[in-house]
Every structure is written in C-alpha cells, then in structure tokens.
C-alpha cells in the first residue's frame, strides 16, 4: 500500500522528474522509501513544492487547447478569484470565444462550493434552470453575468468599439449616449483625445466569418423588445437570457398558455398585431416560429443554420420593436441600441443587424405600409414603370420609391384606387367596391390604419334573418341550417382530395347531388323555411366567389384555405379604404394611361394613348384580369402560352352594391344594433337579390343602408336603370318590416363595375376545370422584364383588398 502512495505521488509532472532523477542513481533506494517516517514524507513534499513553483516559474504562458483559437497568450476577463492568472499561466484556459477566455483560478473560485464566488452562481443556477431550458454551465455564468459589455463610441468621425468596465451595466440609454473616455458619474467626457486611442484589435477579429464559428455559446439577449411577445417561450429558445428576461407567469401558467395559444397582453400594443405564434399555434397569415428559422431566411442566412439562436434573437428583436412603433421608419441603428448582450459577440450582433433587418425590409414585414421615407431604405435599383394605381400598383410604388428605385405610375383613370372607390354623397362613406376587412390579425391594411389613426369599426356576429312577411327566423332554424350548409361544404371538400383536375364539375351541380343524397340516406325533409334559409347561404356563397355557382370550380373553389389566412375581428372601414390608398399615392409619379407594351428590346417600352413613350428596365402591369382577358393592352411579343392559359382559366366574378340613405333609422328598433340583417329569399329565382343589408353608422346620426347583388342576380339588374334597381330594393325593405312605414330614399346609388371600362368585374375566382395554380403562373415574371401584381396574382389571397396589397409588395422585392 505505501508503495502505491509513492506511485500515486510520482504520477504527477514532478513527479515524473523525481522518478528520472530515480532513474540516474539520485534517488534513494526501495528500502529507504518504504522505511520513510511522517516527517521524512513532509520534508520530499516541502522540496517537491519548491522544485514545481520554480517549474512553473520559468513557463511564462500557456495557449488556449481550443482548436482553431489564435490565443496564443489568453488573457482572464473575469478577475474573480484573487489566484487569477490574469496574462500569466493556468492549468487550463476556458475559451468562450477567440479574444475572451477564463482562467482556472476564477473556474474553482465559482465553480467549488466552498470558494467564495459558488454562492452567486449558485443563486444564478437556480433563477437560470427556472426560467431557461439550456444548461445552467459555468461556461453559461461567465457569458451571461462577468464578461464585460461592449459599446460603440457614438461620435461620427469615431464609432470605436470600447470594452466597459465589469460593474457597469449597459442599457439602451447608455448606448444610445456613449462617447470614448466617458465618465459613468457625472456622464461627462475625460477629453477630446480619448477617441484618438486606438481601437482593441479583438474587435478586427470579429468581422471575420470563421469567429462566429468559434463561439462557444450563441448569444441571449437581455431586456429584448420581443421579450413581453414571447413570455410563453422558454427564453433561451428565442434568442433571450432565462437571466434577463423578466416574466410575469409561472412556468404552471404558461404551460397552460400553450395548450390555449394566448395572445400576449401589452399595453398600447394594436391588438391585431400578432406577429409571433404563441407555442402549438399554427394556421395564421404573416406570422413567424420565434424558436425556428424559415426556409428563405435559412436559404438568406446560411451560416446560421447550424445553430440559429444569434438570427433568431435579432429577427425577434426587429419584428418587435416595428410592431411597437411602426410610424416611424425602423434602422438598424435604432434596433442595436437594444441589443443588450455581453462580450464581443455584441460587436457582430450589430453587424449582422444591417443584413437582418435589410432582409426583412425586402420581404415587406417592417417599413412597409404608409411610411415615405426620406432617405432610400436599401441601394438603388434600375427605373420601374408600374401600370395601374390600384391597391397593388400603389404598393409596389411605395415599397420600390422607399427603396430608392425610380418609379413611374400608369392610370388609365382620372382617380386612383381602381375597385376601391369610396363614395360621401350619402352623409357617410360607403365604398362602391371593397371597405370590409376580412381578419384583421396581421393583416396589411390594420397596420395601415395604425400608422394613419384610423379607426376601424369591428362587425358583430349578429345577424337576423328576415323573412318577407316580417318575420325573423327563428335562430334554432338558422344554426341548424347552417350547420347543414358547412356539412354539404365538407362533403365537397373530401370528394375532391382524389379528383384531378379533368374530373373537376360546376360547384352548383356538386352542392345539389350531396344534398339530394344527404336527403335521401337521411330521410329528412326540409320544410319550405328551411330550404329558403339554405338559399339565403348559398346567396353568401356566390358573394364570396364573385359568380354563379355553376362557373365556380367544385375543386378548387376554395383553393386558398390550403393556406395560412387572417383571423381575428372582421371590420368596417368607416372612412373607407381610400383614405389609406391616397396615403400610399403621396408624391409618387402618376400619369395616363398605356395601351401598349414592348419588351422585345433590351428595355422594355410603354405607349400611351396619346403616343407618348416611356422606357425603363422592369414594368409591373397590375390591371384587373378582365383587361388582360380582352387584350385591352397589347404585348409585343405576345404574352406566353402558358400565362395565357392560366388568364383565361380564371373568371371575372362581379357583385353589385346598392346604397339607400333615408330621412330617419326606421330599422333600429327591429335590429337592435347589429351591424347587418339578412334577407331570405322568398324563392331561388330570388337569391343573391338584396341578401345582406349594411347598416353603414349603426351608433351614429346618419340613416344609410348598403345591400349586394350577386350570382344570377347580377345579370336581372344589369339593364335596369338605377331607378328600377332602387324600386326593387324598396319592395324587399318593405316586405321586411312589414309591420311599419318604410320612408322613400332621399338619396341613393348603384354600382355598374360590369359597365365600367377599366375593371369589369369585381374579383376573380377559379373557373370550371381550372385550378389555384393558376394564379402562381399569372404571377410569374415575363423574360425578367414583365411583371404582374393584383389580386387575382395572390394565391394565398385572392378576391381582397390585402391581396392586391400584398402582391404589389412581393414585386417590389423580386426588383431588389
């Protein structure tokens, strides 16, 4: 066993030494070593000690042992322990990055229970498991709570990277004020010159693409803007400090928010602003994963695909601070002053915020909507003539001036707005095309109207359902009939999943054969109420196609459900969409309109009616499908095969408006303010006439109503003059509140968009035999010089205001 004792000793460095010196005869021999008392032991370790310090005294420094690390001489950045290596020699270097290592000393100093530093790692450990998901290393301690932070001087003629010191703690005011050689007591500068010292030459280091591969922990921001958006998350996942991101609930509490998907409340925030799933949430339109990357952000971003957390922590940061304030104009200067993050990894989190935030500008989720701005967002790009002035034309025009692209608009109207024409003759703005918003979360439009304080008046569930004859229909009957409306839709929906696309059929003859089965492997009968209540939603069905049913695709009437769509609130907007659309409009070049285009050059050339000509290396042709159906511009060459084909699969789908205004509210005390009421067709030869009447001020003075005309409808009221189509009206207003005197109109209209020249239908929809797909080749580009936006390009959002919108948006960013 003694001799073990003495193996044990020598199996150290000194020991190795002492067994050469064995080796060579200076040793003493085997019998002396087993007969060595106590104090014979004590006094070979009291040599020993001398003879290793005096080792250890001659190497003046060790290298970091991480492969790749240039740290020749490593440098302690903690100072914890009072041992600390410093520059000197430690038995081992921690690297946490090229430039930013601990010494051993300061490890035990933490890491050892009975060394002074275990208790606040100790009590960091506990805050840290509580909140975080990663492990709570000592590794983790050093980055999160001793590395130094690091500001950029904020003079111009400087902006040196300076290292604070430990015990001060940075903020965005501070980064925000921060000027070389300035002092933290009285925030007064020690001198001109401190900016004249020289710049750490770590901070050079950090540019270089192999450094971030070196980190040894990604970074986690503190007091980030998204933190109150993700407090259901576990910080850590989403780019954030478990230390440094306060949260108000018990992890019990959000757990149970994951399985409800709450939305966040933050004070002054637009609620429709949603821009982050919350976990298990899924199926929301211009939404993103916190936790995970998308394809073109992974495609944009490669280097970040192994580990995502520094893009995810700076997307994250972005996209929140935007939807805090998204009237100003978000720049990459703005949004570093938030990134609160030790160490040098700070250096290139503001670097690679330029190239995070330009990204998400290109893709239209921040700086976008209204916003003009002075000066461009991004490089400039060749010359761009847009035809049409409508919703997408708009935005395109807005999205490429704010780039810095030169822009010129077409408009073949004296007004700009296309199918958004909002009308004020009647006391209130009634829109003679679009003014509702359909799901208002994330959706364009409500950004718009948060930029402009513009109110949106959010539409009830209620709904009455008149017969003529007075009587409302008994809500039992309504649900009932409802639910076999959405039953005769989902029979549709399963018998389609193995049709292609030669086997498609009209929906009308598809809705009639499920429910003439229905009814007879049932054996119920419909009484007469209920089949007219089911004409009533079959009326609401080709309103939202836009045609009758017997041109609609039974396979692809839908088509656009695949996607992810705008939930929440469906609104009213009260001062209508031109209010918006005029903003979009302002300072941009717009003029007549063009009847021709020449894109068999090298650029691409655009007649107007009057022979003008104007050239430019992109056109984006944004009229409605009807134009391009009739040839109503004329490509030189002709547009493809392929992209006529898909025009002519599409159909152009017209509702008309009516709108009554009366000298008093003879309708409130039967509706009981609800938004609308419904119209139940006395027969089917009757429906789509008047189905849904709008009451256009529900809370106010003003006595207007709205009504829609659709499906075969259309057609009987096409050759009527305005007065017949009023008559008519008047007779169903009337049948409906029988029981009371219904006043004349004092004033009124009616829409004609079958008559007007520059629209000829309201929106499109996917014809008999046609397919979605339609409206990806209809958005395809055209030799990379002619491009096309509007709603009936957007297969995720056809037939909307937001459609167009958003396809203007999506061209502008192909131009970048």
């Given at each position: ?83 600390c ?121 950090v ?6 591969s ?17 407090a ?8 954030m ?35 982050f ?77 330029d ?15 209204v ?86 008046h ?33 029979v ?52 939202a ?17 695949f ?7 469906h ?38 009616s ?25 490509f ?39 938004d ?32 829609v ?7 009987a ?9 009023v ?76 459609g ?13």
């Amino acid at each position: 066993m003694l001799l073990l004792v003495v193996l044990d000793y020598s199996g150290s460095a000194s020991g190795a030494r002492r067994a050469k010196k064995r080796s060579s005869g200076e040793s003493p021999g085997d019998g002396q070593t087993l007969r060595s008392s106590g104090r014979q032991i004590n006094s070979k370790r009291k040599a020993t000690d001398t003879e290793e310090e005096d080792d250890q005294s001659e190497k003046k420094y060790r290298k970091c042992e991480k492969a790749g690390c240039s740290a020749t001489y490593p440098v302690c950045f903690a100072s914890a322990s009072e041992r600390c290596a410093k520059n000197g020699y430690t038995s081992r270097w921690y690297h946490l990055s090229c430039g930013e290592h601990f010494c051993n000393e300061c490890f035990d100093h933490n890491y050892r229970s009975h060394k002074d530093g275990y208790e606040t790692f100790a009590a960091w450990k506990k805050v840290w498991t509580s909140n975080g998901k990663s492990e709570p290393s000592l590794k983790a301690f050093m980055a999160d709570q001793q590395l130094p932070y690091w500001v950029q001087c904020t003079k111009p003629d400087c902006r040196k990277w300076r290292q604070l010191t430990k015990e001060i703690q940075l903020t965005a005011s501070l980064a925000a004020t921060y000027r070389c050689g300035m002092k933290f007591s009285n925030i007064k500068s020690e001198g001109p010159d401190q900016c004249s010292q020289p710049e750490d030459l770590r901070v050079a280091e950090v540019t270089d693409s192999w450094w971030h591969s070196m980190l040894i922990l990604p970074p986690l921001f503190k007091e980030s803007p998204a933190s109150p958006f993700l407090a259901a998350y576990y910080p850590d996942c989403v780019g954030m400090s478990p230390s440094g991101s306060p949260c108000n609930m018990s992890l019990t509490e959000l757990r149970a928010d994951h399985c409800r998907a709450v939305q966040p409340q933050i004070p002054g925030l637009c609620p429709y602003f949603q821009p982050f799933y919350q976990p298990n949430e899924c199926g929301k339109a211009l939404c993103v994963r916190p936790d995970m990357m998308e394809l073109d952000e992974l495609y944009e971003f490669p280097e970040f695909s192994r580990d995502p957390t520094m893009y995810l922590a700076l997307r994250n940061l972005i996209l929140a601070s935007w939807h805090k304030n998204c009237k100003e104009v978000l720049t990459s200067q703005k949004c570093a002053l938030h990134i609160i993050v030790r160490g040098l990894v700070r250096v290139r989190c503001v670097q690679e915020m330029d190239r995070v935030l330009h990204f998400m500008t290109r893709k239209g989720l921040i700086n976008t909507g209204v916003l003009a701005v002075k000066r461009p967002l991004l490089p400039e790009r060749p010359n761009v003539i847009i035809i049409g002035a409508g919703a997408s034309g708009l935005a395109a025009a807005r999205q490429l001036q704010n780039f810095g692209t030169q822009v010129m608009v077409l408009e073949a109207r004296e007004r700009i707005g296309g199918r958004v024409w909002d009308d004020a003759s009647l006391g209130v703005t009634v829109g003679r095309g679009a003014q509702i918003v359909n799901g208002c979360v994330n959706n364009p439009i409500a950004l718009m109207c948060e930029q402009m304080g513009v109110k949106m008046h959010k539409l009830g569930e209620r709904c009455d359902l008149f017969q003529e004859g007075g009587q409302v229909t008994d809500p039992a009957i309504d649900k009932r009939m409802d639910f076999h409306f959405n039953a005769i839709l989902d029979v549709v929906s399963e018998w389609r999943k193995d049709k292609s696309q030669n086997q498609d059929i009209p929906l009308r003859e598809k809705v009639q054969e499920v429910k003439k089965n229905f009814l007879q492997e049932s054996g119920i009968q419909f009484s007469e109420l209920e089949e007219k209540v089911l004409q009533f939603h079959l009326s609401n069905l080709e309103y939202a196609c836009g045609s009758t049913l017997d041109q609609v695709s039974a396979r692809s009437w839908d088509h656009n459900e695949f996607f992810a769509q705008f939930s929440g609130d469906h609104t009213l907007l009260t001062k209508g969409y031109s209010v918006l659309l005029h903003k979009l409009g302002e300072g941009l070049d717009i003029r007549t309109k063009c009847p021709a285009i020449d894109y068999s050059g090298d650029v691409v050339k655009v007649t107007s009616s009057n022979g003008s000509q104007w050239t430019a290396q992109k056109v984006l042709v944004t009229v409605p499908l009807t134009l391009l159906q009739k040839n109503l511009i004329q490509f030189n060459p002709p547009l493809p095969e392929r992209k006529l084909k898909a025009i002519h699969s599409l159909g152009a789908g017209i509702i008309e408006k009516i709108a009554l205004q009366f000298p008093y509210r003879f309708w409130d005390n039967k509706i009981q303010g609800a938004d609308y009421f419904g119209h139940i067709p006395p027969s089917p030869d009757k429906r789509g006439m008047f189905s849904v009447f709008y009451d256009m001020e529900p809370q106010g003075k003003q006595a207007v109503l709205m009504s829609v005309i659709t499906g075969d409808a259309v057609s009987a009221v096409r050759d009527m003059e305005d007065k017949e189509v009023v008559d008519e009206c008047m007779k169903v207003l009337r049948e409906l509140f029988k029981e009371q005197e219904v006043p004349e109109p004092v004033n009124f209209f009616v829409t004609h968009w079958s008559k007007d020249m520059w629209s000829q239908m309201s929106y499109s929809f996917v014809k008999t035999g046609g397919s979605g797909e339609a409206y990806d080749i209809l958005a395809e580009d055209v030799q990379g010089k002619v491009f096309f936006a509007g709603e009936a390009t957007n297969r995720h959002f056809p037939q909307t205001v937001t459609g167009a919108y958003l396809s203007g948006v999506r061209e502008a960013i192909t131009f970048q």
